[in-house]
């Protein structure tokens, strides 16, 4: 991993440690204690992720709000300052270039959350639109993210002295012991929870004082492999396997995140195009009615053996204890129909469900 990027808080994952593993160019954590405890902490009190590996972006100057808004998909007319929106990134044939959080300053300046890998290329298309007057400017490099998630989330923060008192998808400024951080109620995992987005050189002081004041609230620190259980269980797309430059949105259930009404965004006319016709295939959650857990690049067929799809993420759920994923099906496989994954030189019948495969909790008050 020695081409790899490293977080700010690599040495505090290794002195917890961790095992690491490559994510989008870094070398991240995947789990300290195990996958299943980490993601039962998440679900039941509460755990702690490093999420630097996001990228972060910012766009600056008169009618910043404007412009973003004529190249994402998502509506940025129907959110506020001081509000977050997830949207896509996508290429003029409709493909997704990126799925990202937008969190909306003001009118002149918009902030984003791409993933790791696709920063440098939404920062590159972002610039290459910009007129002039517009600032894109890639801070990637500049701030570190650590995502504070789970049920005790809230009597955490406030033990910290961070008032965490506002909406699902809306972010606050704060400071702790003098460090500037940017609280937003946002995360991956389907519970009450924030990320704290702060300077990188802030890191370690913001991530041991949320260590030392969860000991209490049984938190655990949490790999990327317990992130991925987590928002699997609530069906939530991973790029490069939900949504990709093959995937558009049409095909992968995401286009409750598309401004129809809007006049432009790129992609819009491939996308209108897709939404006409319907898609050929359609991103289904799928639950193992055995013993079996389905794994990315597996086969999906019908009854008599003909492929219909292929899983794009698989686990096995900790909580609901099977088999889960996600699969990109032929239309006619909606919820109730049974579809069958082959595992290994079996095939194994699971059931087509409608997301999430828990309950959700991030709107719980």
């Known amino acids: 991993m020695a081409d790899l990027k490293t977080s700010p808080l690599h040495e505090r994952h290794v002195a917890l440690g961790a095992k690491f593993a490559e994510f989008g160019g870094w070398s991240m954590p995947l789990q300290y204690s195990s996958i299943v405890a980490e993601h039962k902490a998440v679900r039941d009190a509460v755990g702690i992720f490093d999420?630097?590996?996001?990228?972060?972006?910012?766009?600056?100057?008169?009618?910043a709000?404007?412009?973003?808004?004529?190249c994402f998909t998502n509506d940025l007319g129907k959110i506020g300052p001081g509000q977050a929106q997830y949207t896509l990134c996508c290429a003029e044939d409709?493909?997704?270039?990126?799925?990202?959080?937008?969190?909306?300053?003001?009118?002149?300046?918009?902030?984003?959350?791409?993933?790791?890998?696709?920063?440098?290329?939404?920062?590159?298309?972002?610039e290459e639109a910009a007129p002039e007057g517009i600032t894109v400017t890639n801070e990637h490099d500049d701030y570190a993210i650590i995502a504070v998630q789970g049920p005790h989330s809230d009597e955490l923060l406030e033990k910290l002295g961070v008032v965490a008192d506002f909406d699902y998808m809306q972010f606050r400024e704060a400071t702790f012991d003098g460090v500037p951080l940017t609280?937003?109620?946002?995360?991956?995992?389907?519970?009450?929870?924030?990320?704290?987005?702060?300077?990188?050189?802030?890191?370690?002081?913001?991530?041991?004082?949320?260590?030392a004041a969860g000991e209490e609230f049984g938190m655990l620190p949490c790999g990327l492999g317990?992130?991925?259980?987590?928002?699997?269980?609530m069906g939530y797309p991973l790029h490069g396997h939900e949504l990709s430059l093959e995937i558009n949105p049409v095909e992968a259930g995401a286009g409750w995140a598309v401004g129809w009404s809007k006049p432009t965004f790129w992609g819009a006319d491939a996308l209108r195009a897709a939404k006409e016709?319907?898609?050929?295939?359609?991103?289904?959650?799928?639950?193992?009615?055995?013993?079996?857990?389905?794994r990315p690049g597996m086969e999906c067929v019908d009854a008599d053996g003909n492929v219909v799809g292929t899983v794009t993420s698989g686990t096995f759920s900790p909580t609901l204890q099977v088999g889960i994923g996600l699969a990109l099906l032929a239309p006619e496989y909606t919820p109730g129909t049974q579809v069958g994954v082959q595992v290994r030189r079996n095939v194994e019948q699971f059931e087509v469900v409608k997301p999430p495969f828990v309950q959700t909790q991030v709107r719980s008050a």
């Open 183 to 211: 609280v937003c109620r946002t995360g991956y995992t389907g519970e009450r929870g924030y990320e704290l987005v702060c300077r990188t050189e802030d890191a370690l002081t913001v991530w041991d004082a949320v260590v």
């Open 226 to 233: 317990a992130r991925d259980t987590l928002r699997t269980e």
């Open 51 to 63: 999420v630097s590996h996001l990228g972060n972006a910012r766009v600056t100057g008169p009618g």
């Open 65 to 70: 709000r404007d412009f973003v808004n004529a």
């Open 277 to 294: 016709t319907g898609p050929a295939r359609r991103s289904r959650a799928i639950k193992s009615s055995g013993r079996a857990i389905p």
């Open 94 to 126: 409709g493909g997704v270039v990126d799925d990202l959080i937008q969190y909306l300053v003001s009118d002149d300046e918009v902030i984003l959350i791409p993933n790791a890998a696709n920063t440098t290329e939404v920062v590159r298309r972002l």
